[in-house]
């Protein structure tokens, strides 16, 4: 073999082999930088899964108060019912949830004290007839003692006499009638008829609203008059109380209007107003307590919901983008701005406060350009390879 021959197979042997020089392809998305931007052309698949959208304009709160609360009853709205009287409890009419309206009975009751109001109205009755007739008898006495003394035929202490014994009688008549009254008004506070004996006392409730709670059996015997064995409410209205830290509180004035936000129902927003700030603030959480009164009337909020109240004191026009097209790189805060030509240019911002899902942007932006809301991240990868 000639030495020609040697250096040709030598040469084919190093190529089989793999002795060429790499070649760099570019990345299957054609994405690459290009003066100091993104170029993705308009056939690269990330392209197509890059979202934007316009820096745009908001109102937004200047000053905003934001404080955890929670849905209570109105407690102007709720009432705590006792027993009238002690004794055996009979129909119980009533369920924990029922619906009930202002005097419809609740319960009854089988008590001795019934009988013994009735017993007392019956003897004031009897009180009041007898000292009308001693005072009509009275009164006749003086009448003749009266016409006596003109003729001449009595003394005259006998006619002071009878006069004393008529005003007397007057006053035993007046003191009989009083306390048939008090009978009266006792036998219409336990709901019972004159004259009936043997009535069960009937509980009715005082409002309309809600049974939240029972604590009776139908049969017990009940004597403590003191401890409230059903709660009734109207959640009509209902109220959300806050605790609000003590540096915002000036910002809180009666009758102004509340944002209420519930874990109940997100994105959902409730408005009330402010019907209370206490005089007091608790010394360990250095914050001053917050009602407002909602309305309920659909029957939606429910004591003891937890959320939070806002309450914004002025409103200003900011630019805002999407806090998600923000992408931080050591200090800086960028966003990619979409340019003709597949262009996504990184242009440094300053923020302000964020706003939900969003956040100000004070300066390296303009209204109406377009930013990449989704997909920021690529970029950011792409424009540091």
């Avoid at 006792?82 to 009854?108: C, N, S």
């Avoid at 004031?124 to 009266?146: L, M, N, P, Y």
């Avoid at 303009?366 to 970029?379: I, R, Y």
Wanted: hydrophobic share 40%; with cysteine.
């Amino acid at each position: 073999m000639t030495t020609r021959h040697m250096t040709m197979v030598l040469v084919l042997f190093t190529a089989a082999c793999g002795g060429r020089t790499p070649v760099t392809e570019a990345p299957p998305s054609g994405a690459h930088r290009e003066a100091g931007a993104v170029v993705l052309p308009e056939n690269s698949p990330m392209r197509a899964h890059l979202k934007r959208a316009a820096a745009t304009e908001m109102d937004l709160p200047t000053d905003e108060i934001v404080a955890p609360g929670k849905i209570e009853a109105n407690p102007n709205r709720i009432s705590k019912i006792v027993l009238p009287v002690a004794g055996r409890i009979g129909e119980v009419r009533v369920k924990v949830g029922d619906r009930v309206t202002a005097g419809q009975p609740l319960f009854t009751i089988q008590s001795p004290d019934a009988d013994a109001a009735m017993s007392a109205y019956l003897s004031a009755e009897a009180g009041v007839t007898q000292a009308r007739t001693a005072a009509i008898k009275v009164q006749a006495d003086f009448d003749r003692a009266s016409d006596l003394f003109d003729h001449n035929a009595v003394a005259k202490k006998d006619v002071l006499a009878a006069e004393s014994a008529l005003t007397q009688a007057k006053a035993a008549s007046e003191q009989a009638s009083a306390q048939r009254e008090q009978s009266l008004r006792r036998l219409a506070v336990l709901g019972l008829k004159a004259g009936d004996f043997e009535q069960q006392v009937v509980v009715r409730s005082p409002l309309s609203g809600k049974v939240l709670d029972l604590s009776l059996v139908s049969g017990e015997f009940r004597n403590d008059t003191t401890a409230p064995v059903m709660t009734v409410a109207d959640l009509s209205t209902v109220w959300v109380s806050s605790q609000v830290p003590e540096s915002y509180i000036r910002y809180v004035q009666l009758g102004e209007r509340l944002e209420i936000a519930l874990v109940a129902y997100p994105g959902d927003k409730f408005e009330g107003k402010v019907s209370r700030i206490a005089d007091t603030e608790d010394p360990q959480s250095r914050t001053v307590k917050v009602q407002a009164e909602l309305d309920n009337r659909d029957g939606k909020l429910r004591p003891e919901m937890y959320g939070s109240i806002h309450h914004i004191e002025s409103i200003e026009r900011v630019l805002t983008v999407a806090a998600s097209a923000v992408v931080q790189s050591g200090d800086k805060a960028v966003v990619f701005v979409e340019a003709p030509g597949g262009r996504f240019e990184p242009r440094n911002v300053v923020l302000g406060k964020r706003a939900g899902d969003v956040v100000r942007v004070t300066q390296g932006l303009k209204a109406g350009e377009s930013v990449v809301v989704d997909g920021a991240m690529l970029l950011q990868g792409v424009s540091q390879s």
